[in-house]
């Protein structure tokens, strides 16, 4: 009996103590039940690659939003003569169901055809179809293809331009970048590229994190370091339109130091071709390296942690105001420095060690660097293509905050864009800023949002910007922006201070236009016109010159005033804290001409740049080194490396801003210069994106992907044979143009005012003559050219004649280079 209490005895102090840690769990998981800590998911969806002549080219990542036409533009597909484009899908574990395709052209609003593949192979992880592309397509021209691609978890679509050319040179260029690519590798296999070199010894060879076509042949070779290229490259035509041919090859180089150990680095190689004359010629090259910095002891030596081989656009570093934590990022990681505590956190990184690398590596995004704080707190944004995670496959921006104390990475905020990853990164760099009072504010696609980061509610503060309408001061934290949708003819400005959210406006006199010109550090620059001031040329209003000019500082208060009898101002120009004018005097109602430049000196404070707390030095091996200065020396044996426990969704939500209409539309065209394999900005100045693109030899596009502008793609001669009747498509369209426009026939009608001379010819090559003003309201024709000579037609006397390039290039220079050219798309 004695037992029997005992044993009873003994389970009821179990039972006891059970109810005591399940109610303690209870208790533990109802307090964290609304917390939701994980680790990043690993990447998931399959990419696809495109066949060119049996080549695997054009790495295709998957998106899980609907893109437009925007991400166009990173690849196009090369279709054989039987327009049967063959693809592969690396699976990576997913099971596909189905295939399909679209093909549109670049505007999309016209559908080519669309088409459910019923065959395709699968094996081993790989699955292969063709695309049986219907012969419905225009020769040499480009148009616009999403696959769409079906798995048991979800449907994903795939971006490609395809083009169905008349020659096979495609195959060429890729396999040209290709082999350079693998024999710049190897000093004496290098020798074989010398021809394609253009070396010259002003040539800045000091870093091996930029190398273009003028460098030594030393530097193409990567100095003497002992290199090799790990794993295959990623070849990805970029773009080809018969002549001319953009490739990019990505690919990893390791280098073997002195004491065999090794550092990889991510390389890219960009290449501009032009076919001519039966060879290939190399018009542009660029090489750009960014050493993958994985906090080894190696990297810390002295007052530095050494980032090694790279450029300045991929390195950023923000200390906490006392000092003791350092951010920085490097390539597309953001890593935290503890001086005190000698511990350095990998707080965000895409890399994986369980993938390949081909979608955890994807280069399509970066990191901003928003404030850091005494308690290690880091905030961040992650922007551009998501390669992992919650959002992977899709585009747009991230709101991080890394809390230290918890070591947990906190999402606040996703706020998704249609925009290709260069353009995203164009409207974060123009305003992205965290305010004092808890507020986020961010650009992005003509709109301005304010983000409260304690109750993620919000609003749009403005909407309908574009190029010329707005300005950001040197530290972000205020904008100025106009009303309407006219650059020239606003009625009012108004100006926001994101730490105050004060709001003010600016406005002139009754029959007055006011226009923001931009900032010098954070005052702001704005001017007045008169709607009596109208200065047109030739039919075309030129702009509303200005009879005066402010500079304000912060309170509104006046510092400056330019205003002098007789003068009017054009353009304004604020850089280094100088401000150029460029000067009219007003020859007659309506008319102007342009007198001089004059430059503002300015005592405002600007900005530190890019690369504070950044430092180089001349390494005798690997050249420019750069570093993140540390206030004290440094032992790497003694430094903790770690990553963030988890990522935390407590407070995450995804921001709708499809409420943010663009009320304000702009009729204006606006056009994007390209060029090194990379997107270089815009401007609504078709002159300002050809300037942007020349140097570069590289093109430019408008808002639909058309190419409207190619340096590469002339030939050496062209004659038109009936220029009158080639310009009807434009002159019937001379009395009502007001500004380059697209028309409904697919005719583009471009103002290529301030374009030179050797610029514009690019038109006459594809068959309609350029319109040149020699007087008012009176024009001549350019019809044709050759390496010595351009032929003029003048409609008024029906007399064609031929000028000297050298002296047609002065004479129209005299004359404004005046010029309306036009092309046609599909």
Not at 395 to 401: A, D, K, L, P
Not at 658 to 682: I, K, N
Request: aromatic residues 12%; contains cysteine; proline residues 2%.
């Amino acid at each position: 009996m004695k037992r029997t209490l005992q044993k009873a005895g003994i389970l009821f102090l179990i039972f006891i103590a059970a109810l005591v840690i399940y109610f303690v769990s209870a208790r533990n998981t109802m307090e964290k039940e609304n917390t939701v800590y994980t680790s990043m998911e690993e990447p998931s969806l399959p990419v696809v690659y495109t066949k060119l002549n049996g080549k695997e080219i054009n790495c295709l990542h998957g998106y899980m939003q609907d893109m437009g036409n925007q991400a166009a533009r990173d690849s196009i597909s090369v279709l054989p003569e039987n327009r049967e484009l063959g693809i592969k899908i690396t699976e990576y574990g997913n099971t596909i169901t189905g295939i399909s395709y679209e093909v549109r052209n670049l505007s999309l609003d016209r559908l080519i055809e669309r088409t459910d593949i019923t065959e395709w192979d699968s094996s081993e992880g790989i699955t292969t179809a063709v695309l049986p592309i219907q012969n419905l397509l225009m020769r040499n021209e480009p148009y616009y293809l999403t696959l769409n691609v079906s798995t048991s978890e979800s449907q994903i679509r795939y971006y490609t331009r395809i083009v169905w050319p008349d020659n096979n040179y495609a195959y060429d260029m890729v396999s040209l970048a290709e082999e350079f690519s693998r024999k710049s590798l190897d000093y004496e296999q290098a020798r074989e590229l010398v021809s394609y070199l253009e070396t010259n010894d002003t040539e800045d060879n000091s870093s091996l994190g930029h190398v273009t076509i003028r460098a030594s042949f030393s530097h193409l070779t990567w100095d003497g370091l002992d290199v090799e290229m790990a794993g295959e490259p990623q070849v990805t035509l970029q773009e080809f339109d018969g002549i001319m041919g953009q490739v990019k090859v990505r690919y990893t180089v390791a280098i073997t130091e002195s004491d065999n150990t090794r550092t990889l680095v991510d390389t890219e190689d960009n290449f501009t071709m032009k076919w001519n004359e039966k060879r290939i010629y190399l018009m542009n090259y660029e090489r750009n390296a960014n050493e993958m910095f994985t906090g080894e002891r190696e990297a810390f030596s002295g007052k530095r942690i050494l980032l090694g081989i790279t450029n300045d656009n991929m390195i950023k570093s923000v200390k906490s105001p006392k000092s003791r934590y350092l951010a920085f990022k490097t390539g597309g990681d953001l890593w935290c420095y503890d001086q005190t505590d000698n511990e350095l956190v990998r707080i965000f990184t895409f890399d994986s060690s369980k993938d390949d690398g081909v979608r955890s590596r994807y280069d399509r995004h970066d990191v901003k660097i928003l404030s850091v704080q005494e308690d290690g707190t880091v905030d961040f944004l992650v922007y551009g293509y998501m390669n992992r995670g919650k959002y992977e496959g899709r585009m747009g921006v991230i709101y991080y905050s890394y809390d230290a104390e918890k070591d947990t990475v906190n999402e606040k905020f996703y706020l998704a864009s249609s925009e290709s990853f260069e353009k995203v990164r164009e409207d974060v760099n123009n305003l992205s800023y965290l305010s004092q009072n808890s507020m986020m504010y961010l650009m992005l696609e003509g709109s301005v949002y304010g983000i409260d980061l304690k109750s993620n509610e919000s609003l749009v503060v403005a909407q309908g910007l574009t190029k010329g309408s707005f300005a950001v001061s040197g530290d972000g934290s205020r904008i100025a922006w106009q009303d309407g949708a006219s650059l020239y003819e606003s009625e009012k400005v108004h100006v926001m201070d994101f730490n105050t959210a004060q709001k003010q406006e600016i406005a002139g006199a009754e029959g007055d236009f006011v226009r923001v010109l931009g900032f010098v550090g954070n005052d702001l620059i704005y001017g007045f016109s008169s709607s009596g001031d109208k200065w047109i040329v030739n039919g075309r209003t030129k702009g509303m010159p200005m009879y005066a000019m402010y500079i304000v500082d912060n309170e509104m208060q006046v510092e400056s005033e330019y205003r002098k009898d007789g003068i009017y101002i054009s353009d304004v120009v604020a850089e280094d804290g100088r401000i150029h004018l460029k000067r009219l005097v007003r020859l007659s109602e309506n008319q102007y001409m342009y007198q001089d430049q004059d430059t503002i000196v300015c005592n405002q404070k600007v900005d530190d740049g890019e690369l504070k707390g950044i430092g180089y030095f001349a390494s005798q091996d690997r050249g420019r080194v750069y570093y993140v200065q540390a206030d004290s020396d440094l032992n790497g044996d003694k430094v903790d490396i770690s990553a963030p426990k988890a990522f935390s969704y407590e407070f995450s939500s995804t921001l709708d801003i499809s409420y943010a209409s663009t009320a304000q539309a702009d009729t204006g065209m606006v056009f994007h210069a390209y060029g090194g394999g990379h997107y270089l900005g815009s401007s609504r100045s078709f002159s300002t994106a050809v300037d942007m693109a020349y140097g570069q030899m590289g093109f430019v596009t408008d808002g639909n992907q058309h190419i409207v502008w190619d340096r590469i793609n002339r030939g050496p001669i062209r004659n038109i044979k009936s220029p009158v009747e080639e310009a009807r498509k434009m002159t019937k369209y001379l009395e009502s143009f007001d500004g380059s426009r697209m028309y409904e026939e697919g005719l583009i009608l471009i103002d290529a005012g301030g374009c030179s001379l050797n610029q514009i010819l690019y038109y006459i090559d594809k068959g309609i003559p350029v319109i040149s003003y020699v007087d008012a309201g009176r024009y001549v024709l350019l019809s044709g050219y050759d390496q010595y000579n351009v032929t003029l037609y003048d409609p008024q006397t029906q007399e064609t004649t031929k000028m000297g390039l050298n002296d047609a290039t002065e004479y129209f220079k005299v004359l404004q280079n005046d010029f309306l050219c036009a092309l046609t798309v599909n």
